[in-house]
């Protein structure tokens, strides 16, 4: 069965920071680019950050970039998300997701979440 | 970056057929033929309904096709049962490894 686990969410104050975590299990990690997408309370899906197999290559929404660093181990089969000089808009549930390198071009399995929280 | 747009809602009764739109630019949705459509019940993750503008993934009920026309994709469900009764995103690839969701839309069940 397919997993998506992640941690590392929590409440911060502005400017501050947080690393998320997303464990990967039940399929073949290094065949997928991993993604970070977020949901603010009672709004919509945003991408935030994708990596590809071998985190030779990442990519960032435009209000993240040069703020948050996406990175990833495939020994542990783990993605993260380093976010720094957080805001209060960043304040979302963090979702970790997988897109196949070979077959459909689609999020195809998404974890459950992490919620982050930034205070002024 | 800007988000795809999206109505906010569509409704329809049981059996009916909602259509579901999702306007980017010749950037994203026009340029690639790589659009994805998510289902998302309350307090839940979303789910893949489509991918590959029109590609319907394992398990997912046939009642669910989409589409697209230029700057446009479509999602639109026949048959509507009262389970499809959910928020429904767009996304699609927006080059340079870039994506872009939608707006959302709210699918009511009368």
């Known amino acids: 069965e397919v997993q998506l686990v992640e941690s590392g969410g929590g409440s911060v104050q502005s400017g501050g920071s947080l690393r998320l975590s997303c464990a990967a299990s039940?399929?073949?990690?290094?065949?997928?680019?991993m993604h970070w997408v977020r949901q603010a309370p009672g709004k919509g899906l945003v991408w935030v950050s994708r990596?590809?197999?071998?985190?030779?290559?990442?990519t960032y929404a435009d209000s993240v970039r040069g703020r948050f660093t996406i990175s990833r181990d495939n020994a542990r089969k783990t993605i993260y998300l380093q976010m720094n000089s957080l805001r209060v808009e960043d304040t979302a549930l963090y979702y970790c997701?997988?897109?196949?390198?070979?077959?459909?071009?689609?999020?195809?399995?998404w974890g459950r979440g992490t919620l982050v929280t930034v205070s002024s | 970056q800007s988000a795809l747009t999206q109505p906010r809602s569509v409704s329809g009764s049981p059996g009916q057929s909602v259509t579901i739109s999702c306007t980017g630019t010749?950037?994203?949705?026009?340029?690639?033929?790589?659009v994805s459509w998510y289902q998302q019940h309350p307090g839940k993750a979303p789910k893949l309904m489509i991918s590959?503008?029109?590609e319907r993934p394992s398990g997912v009920p046939d009642r669910f096709s989409g589409s697209k026309s230029g700057n446009t994709a479509s999602l639109t469900i026949s048959g509507l049962q009262a389970e499809d009764e959910a928020d429904y995103y767009c996304?699609?690839?927006?080059?340079?490894?870039?994506?872009?969701f939608g707006t959302g839309t709210m699918v009511t069940v009368l």
């Open positions: 997701a997988r897109l196949p390198v070979v077959g459909a071009q689609a999020i195809d399995n």
């Open positions: 039940g399929f073949t990690f290094n065949s997928y680019w």
């Open positions: 990596i590809n197999v071998d985190a030779s290559v990442t």
């Open positions: 010749s950037s994203d949705v026009g340029g690639y033929n790589y």
């Open positions: 590959d503008v029109s």
């Open positions: 996304c699609s690839y927006a080059g340079t490894y870039t994506y872009v």
